[in-house]
């Protein structure tokens, strides 16, 4: 039997209505948002046109859904696991990399990890002795390799250089395998220089064609969405190509499959926003955000490739729907004094502490315990040990970084870039989310030093694409308190251009390091988190492209798409999606 923090007597008090309508200190001297008000790279953006209350059909219909459905749908996915394994046996490595190729992209992944592994074990493309092989062939296998955990050599890739270290002439006319190089370039590590070439290359030769060929759809879409950089139902139905046999059968099953994960998600949104009405906090606090659909959609993303983690998705939720709600209370509500009180009173994490709160923050702290002390009964009923002094800390740290930050744009004194980095990791609740997630997958407090840099170089691409983001959207010129400002106050003679163009190098070294971690973590026993881990960073483009008018319709979309549309609106979905270019 595993230890619990026990829960204390709850104290009365009173019922805590909002105070005032008034600005905290904080809030007035915070950096210019406009109309978004987003927190300045955190997990929480602003001003995104999702739906906020809006209804679902008759839950009675998805259950008539669920009972003439499923057990078409088992019946297939087990039909097609025969296909799998009898690809297993066929001696041509090209037509089974793209087998399990598309079966990726159609994110059908999930259902055959032990097919995959078995398929990629036996590939037998030597990459140091590509001979004849073709540049789609080797790309394709790189990357394919690469992706789950093989050790390859960029090095492969020089042998498509002609005698003066540039890749050939003779790869222009080859669309498809620049493609995959391209492709293949964005699994790259820190120092491999030859697919920074690569990538330099192949993507001059396909802005080329793309101009001249303005029907190629499918190659437009992936030069925009490369798929290590995406998420897999961005490009549902839209990136299969070929005429093997088994197409039709795969995207049809890849269809069943789409329809069963949107009833499995919006059950699990019903759940959660049954839940947050219940709290009663939007009562309590009502300046606050109220986006249930919002913070389920970053756990949905991040948790995708398996439609079985209904309680993981919930309980994710839940810890994200109260960083968007102390955020809130950071910037709209709290004084100066009383975040610092709030603050200490997460660092106690004693119910005995709302007696130090004033009213309006003493159901959030309530609510917050909570919830986080179920999260850790709940991880301790299935795997056997209790997280929760890891769990406080995140809350802590957050609340730490989101205190410091206040008191920053209370004195209008900025710190130099960073220092302003540094805190800007942790106020972006990423640590919060990850630490969670690893512990509600079933993995041990004594491994948690082992996702250290994977956590802070997914929170740095968070924080910089939203400073990034919104300066540019909001047309601050830097002057909006983010990193652009900082880095132009370190360094005299800078312009926002320049500014600008070193924040989107810096996320793209991010992403090699990235890779690099995930890499080092590739083994089956954290796959599923590395694969969540990725989906987090996949997300950060969507909640953070604003259009002119400072809303996030990409993201609306997607929300669309996967939860709320009917099939009949699918498909123009999918196309206002895929035709989207939210890349750096």
Not at 87 to 105: A, C, G, H, N, S
Request: proline share 3%; aromatic share 10%.
């Amino acid at each position: 039997m595993c230890s619990l923090l026990m829960n204390t007597p709850l104290p009365e008090y009173h019922s805590c209505r909002s105070p005032t309508r008034r600005q905290s200190a904080a809030a007035t001297t915070r950096r210019r948002r406009s109309s978004v008000q987003c927190s300045g790279g955190r997990f929480t953006p602003r001003g995104a046109a999702t739906p906020q209350d809006y209804h679902f059909d008759d839950p009675n219909n998805d259950n008539v859904f669920k009972g003439y459905f499923v057990g078409e749908y088992e019946v297939k996915l087990e039909k097609f696991r025969g296909l799998l394994k009898s690809k297993r046996k066929e001696d041509d490595p090209m037509e089974k990399l793209i087998f399990v190729d598309t079966i990726q992209r159609l994110d059908m992944a999930g259902h055959y990890r032990k097919e995959f592994d078995t398929i990629m074990e036996k590939h037998n493309l030597k990459l140091g002795d590509v001979g004849q092989s073709s540049l789609l062939q080797v790309s394709l296998s790189f990357r394919l390799l690469r992706q789950r955990g093989y050790h390859v050599s960029a090095d492969v890739f020089n042998n498509f250089k002609g005698q003066h270290g540039k890749f050939g002439d003779e790869l222009k006319q080859d669309v498809w395998g620049l493609l995959e190089l391209y492709e293949s370039t964005h699994l790259s590590f820190e120092e491999e220089n030859i697919l920074n070439e690569a990538q330099h290359f192949s993507s001059q030769l396909l802005h080329t064609h793309l101009a001249a060929n303005t029907n190629s759809n499918v190659v437009r879409m992936r030069f925009r969405h490369p798929f290590h950089k995406s998420i897999a139902r961005l490009n549902f139905q839209r990136d299969v190509r070929g005429i093997h046999e088994w197409i039709t059968t795969l995207t049809e099953l890849s269809e069943m499959d789409f329809l069963w994960g949107k009833y499995v998600h919006r059950d699990e949104l019903r759940q959660l926003s049954k839940w947050w009405k219940d709290l009663g906090l939007t009562m309590e606090l009502e300046l606050a955000r109220n986006e249930p659909s919002k913070w389920y959609t970053w756990s949905m993303a991040m948790l995708i490739d398996d439609i079985s983690l209904s309680t993981q998705r919930l309980q994710l939720s839940k810890s994200i729907a109260f960083i968007y709600l102390i955020d809130d209370i950071f910037y709209l509500y709290g004084t100066l004094d009383e975040l610092t009180v709030f603050t200490k009173a997460v660092q106690k994490w004693d119910y005995d502490a709302m007696n130090m709160l004033p009213d309006y923050m003493k159901l959030c702290y309530k609510s917050l315990l909570d919830t986080t002390n179920h999260i850790g009964w709940t991880i301790c009923e299935k795997h056997g040990f209790n997280p929760i002094n890891s769990l406080k800390q995140t809350w802590t740290s957050l609340c730490d970084a989101f205190l410091v930050e206040a008191n920053w744009f209370a004195s209008e004194k900025l710190p130099d870039a960073n220092e302003y980095l540094a805190n800007g990791k942790v106020s972006s609740g990423v640590h919060v989310v990850l630490v969670h997630l690893f512990f509600l997958l079933g993995h041990n407090a004594a491994n948690l030093d082992d996702i250290s840099n994977l956590i802070s170089s997914i929170a740095t691409i968070l924080r910089l694409w939203d400073d990034l983001g919104t300066a540019q959207d909001e047309h601050q010129n830097g002057a909006d308190g983010s990193y652009i400002q900082c880095y132009m106050n370190d360094q005299a003679g800078v312009s926002y251009q320049q500014a600008q163009e070193h924040v989107a190098d810096m996320i793209e070294r991010e992403w090699k390091r990235l890779n690099k971690e995930c890499f080092n973590l590739n083994n089956h026993s954290t796959q599923l988190f590395q694969e969540a881990s990725l989906n987090l960073a996949r997300m950060v483009p969507l909640m953070y492209s604003y259009d002119d008018n400072q809303q996030l319709p990409v993201l609306a979309e997607y929300i669309n798409l996967m939860l709320l549309s009917p099939a009949s609106l699918e498909l123009d979905r999918q196309n206002k999606i895929n035709s989207s270019d939210f890349s750096l």
